[in-house]
């Protein structure tokens, strides 16, 4: 059976690999935040490969989180191990899946200073991810999905399915480029997909949005509502963005980032 105690040891000892990292980004306490990117479902790291050097070229120190996709609370944890190791300020990124991820891993963080999301979930406490994408129509997922991975413990692992990766997740990104995200992309647990919020941060520290109006990932609609749910310090709409947004839009992503970092 799946065991949510063995998913929060596991995320204990994959944080503490992340302090050697971390700790070369605290010593320098009168610095800017420090910007922590945490990518989505059927992403990568390397999602924010155009975003990551306009923030470093801006003089930010910038780690782009490995988010292990297997559920809410354990990744949030593992989030927050990172979060802790880190001195002075920090601005929590998160897309798509990200933003569940930062949610509640920031919940009582005395250093995030604000929270970025980026094509994604703001929930409050007891809403799942599912829920949120069924909220309003327009979402097209579900008929992308490949067929179930079963990893034997009742949970499955979920993909797409790499010929309908392009038109879904990422259609005003060229061709060739999605097609390596589809071959790369990684998958996310359908447990992670309905397992409930746990206190929301945005309800305490300032939150910034952006999202396209071309997402089928995430209903435009639904975003916007939980924008404005959230108060959102700002809020960017770019029209025709898929979902990455961040990969093809990543100057208007940084802008939002360095918003929010140099915000009061």
């Known amino acids: 059976m799946f065991n949510l105690k063995n998913l929060a040891k596991a995320a204990a000892i994959g944080a503490g690999l992340m302090v ?12 800017k935040p420090t910007i922590v990117l945490v990518h989505g479902a ?3 790291s390397d999602s924010w490969d155009g975003v990551t050097p306009i923030l470093q ?7 782009s989180l490995a988010n292990p996709l297997r559920s809410v609370s354990g990744d949030a944890a593992y989030t927050r191990s990172l979060v802790d190791s880190i001195a002075g300020d920090v601005v929590l990124v998160g897309h798509s899946y990200g933003g569940p991820v ?10 995030v200073k604000s929270l970025v999301y980026v094509a994604s979930f703001a929930p409050v406490k007891g809403e799942t991810i599912g829920e949120l994408a069924a909220k309003f129509p327009g979402g097209t997922l579900g008929e992308a999905l490949a067929a179930p ?9 979920l993909y797409i399915e790499p010929t309908k990766f392009h038109a879904q997740f990422a259609a005003d ?3 060739d480029k999605a097609r390596l995200m589809a071959t790369a992309q990684r998958p996310v647990t359908d447990f992670a997909l309905n397992e409930p919020s746990g206190d929301a941060a ?43 947004v ?4 990543p100057k208007a992503v940084a802008d939002l980032i360095v918003k929010a970092a140099t915000a009061n």
């Open 20 to 31: 050697a990292q971390a700790s070369a980004f605290a010593a320098d306490t009168d610095a």
């Open 42 to 44: 059927f992403a990568a």
């Open 57 to 63: 070229d801006e003089g930010y120190r910038v780690i």
């Open 102 to 111: 930062i949610t509640n891993a920031a919940k009582g963080a005395t250093n």
């Open 149 to 157: 991975v079963p990893l034997g413990n009742g949970v499955n692992d």
């Open 173 to 175: 990104v060229p061709a």
């Open 202 to 244: 945005w309800k305490d520290i300032p939150s910034f949005h952006i999202f396209g109006t071309a997402d089928k990932n995430i209903p435009p609609a639904a975003m916007e509502f939980m924008a404005e749910r959230a108060n959102s310090k700002k809020t960017v709409v770019i029209d025709g963005a898929s979902h990455v």
């Open 246 to 249: 961040m990969v093809s839009n």
